[in-house]
């Protein structure tokens, strides 16, 4: 049940605070390459399998029968900040399938760049459902549904047909079971289904290779992470570590992050695919983890290693500045 | 090394997230009548010991020649939301001690309270020092210097006499001792100490009774907590889990919150003080630790026991209000 201790927080000499995880990286036969805590029990891999969940978008033709952009597509598999242009992006996909905000089902927050926030505060407007920073992934679920002429309404449902083919293909990537016990529902309110880190990992190889795909999903696969390597910022948004990891690596690497701590690549070059999860459900420990899993793998350029110090031992600042803190990788990741 | 499991996050019938966690209860003698995890290893108290850093405050006379107020002495021991009676109150402070804004040495920030944050820009205004959650405390400080004409300039710093004083008191509280090993700087720039649990619980049962303290610290204890229980909404804010635990329980509960999953409390009717501290630094797991501590050793009236229900199994819901997940005890707190 315990999972090692991956990642510690230092301040003044003493380890303050502590993160313990999992981490699967598997190439697309299954075949685990690194396997650090238990990777076989099931976890939620929330927002991280975005990707997966976008797949039916493009193999189904649905993307190009609306004329998606690549932009378009990268914000389908994001979660983002919540900026103009990952507003204006969602707002143009609904577009595309004759809808607007008022089909989008995922609720409303405001968005989570402090920046764009306090702008949309400032101009005095109220957040809207395309400040949620997974309106690009439903608006691309709507895309679908009206693509394949059904009626969008109530597609954030298990019992959806819209959301059953979307369930479906993200069982196939990961593994998962439909099992009741193991779906919960997620912050946009449709279904996540738990599966193995271990699973997860062998669809993350696949989704970069395209091994083990049928032609049409290695085809959708391979479009995505394209879309994604040419246009990061509508993957996330603003100082967040998708983004500036993918400018970074460009189609190198593609990361994913989820909620409560998961986090998700594909290494194309390597054929690895990685699925990792802290146990505390902590962000600053699962991009730590990530960081470091990277660091470990991935052959590195001078300047990408330099670049990729700051993700791979980031300093915690006071309000006055001052280096107060450290992270640091542990055990199986240092 | 390793900590219980304390806490869980339950979602779609699974286990999704777990914190572990050390908790020490204790006597003013120092006998433990609860332990969980590794009580004696060192932790920075940070926040959690502001009502030992305020002592010096009240028991050198200070206060009374400032003739500061008991909403000034509960803001003194705060880590406020930046709302307006925070400001109002610290700025108070500060003009009683004849200084203004400029003397805070605590950096700045938004106010941590969101809806404090998005009216001030609303208002086109920036974010000063009095917003910082830890003013009331700096303003404290520069109090105790001012009243001791001594200038407060460089008071955070750990070699300036007032600060000596205040790492001394705190010292004496929690057993600390001033090896330069244990000693961190806080979000708020001051040095932090670090102690074992054991020991700051059995200053927190000290603190709630009075007992193997000297008598002006025995009163300066008490007015600080009678203070807070009289105004909990100074010691945090708008939701926030000190101010409501306080407002329900008044005298009977003196808690206080720290970074990085840090939680202190006097029971004064039974005589015990508690500190533990969440292992990954999570606030959701150390609130949850605390009510579970109340909820196991306090007496409760039905309405009490009612009222701390949705502390002790606090529901997670989505941004459409769907309840998605829910946190429980877990181990020794279940």
Redesign the interface.
């Known amino acids: 049940m315990?999972n090692p201790?991956v990642a510690e927080?230092l301040?003044?000499?003493?380890v303050?605070?502590?993160?313990?995880g999992a981490v699967a990286v598997s190439d697309p036969e299954g075949r685990l390459v690194l396997a650090l805590g238990d990777v076989e029990r099931?976890?939620?891999p929330r927002s991280a399998v975005k990707a997966f969940q976008a797949l039916p978008l493009l193999e189904s033709g649905a993307a190009d029968k609306l004329g998606l952009t690549d932009a378009e597509i990268a914000l389908a598999v994001s979660s983002h900040g919540g900026e103009p242009r990952h507003v204006e992006t969602a707002a143009s996909m609904l577009a595309r399938a004759g809808r607007d905000v008022g089909t989008l089902?995922?609720?409303?927050?405001p968005p989570s760049y402090r920046k764009a926030a306090?702008a949309l505060?400032?101009a005095?407007e109220k957040p809207s459902a395309l400040h949620?920073n997974c309106s690009g992934k439903h608006a691309g679920f709507i895309c679908l549904a009206c693509a394949e002429a059904r009626d969008p309404q109530g597609y954030i449902q298990a019992s959806h047909p819209v959301m059953r083919e979307i369930m479906g293909a993200v069982n196939e990537m990961s593994g998962a079971t439909l099992s009741?016990?193991?779906?919960?529902?997620?912050?946009?309110?449709i279904p996540?289904q738990?599966a193995p880190l271990a699973g997860v990992a062998r669809g993350f190889a696949r989704f970069g290779t395209g091994a083990h795909l049928g032609p049409e999903r290695a085809k959708a696969a391979a479009r995505i992470r394209k879309a994604a390597a040419a246009d990061p910022f509508l993957v996330a948004g603003s100082k967040r570590f998708d983004t500036d990891i993918m400018a970074l690596f460009g189609e190198r690497v593609f990361v994913k992050t989820g909620a409560?701590?998961v986090f998700c690549a594909s290494f194309p070059e390597l054929g690895y695919g990685v699925a990792l999860k802290?146990?505390?459900?902590?962000t600053r420990?699962s991009e730590l983890m990530m960081a470091g899993v990277i660091a470990k793998l991935l052959p590195l350029s001078e300047h990408e290693a330099e670049a990729l110090k700051p993700f791979v031992a980031p300093v915690q600042r006071?309000?006055?500045?001052?280096e107060?803190?450290r992270l640091r990788l542990a055990g199986g990741l240092a």
């Open positions: 315990s201790v927080l301040r003044g000499g003493l303050e605070s502590r993160h313990s099931p976890v939620y089902e995922c609720g409303i927050h306090e505060v400032r005095g949620n009741g016990d193991g779906v919960g529902i997620d912050g946009c309110s996540t738990a409560e701590g802290c146990d505390d459900g902590g420990a006071n309000w006055n500045g001052m107060v803190g």
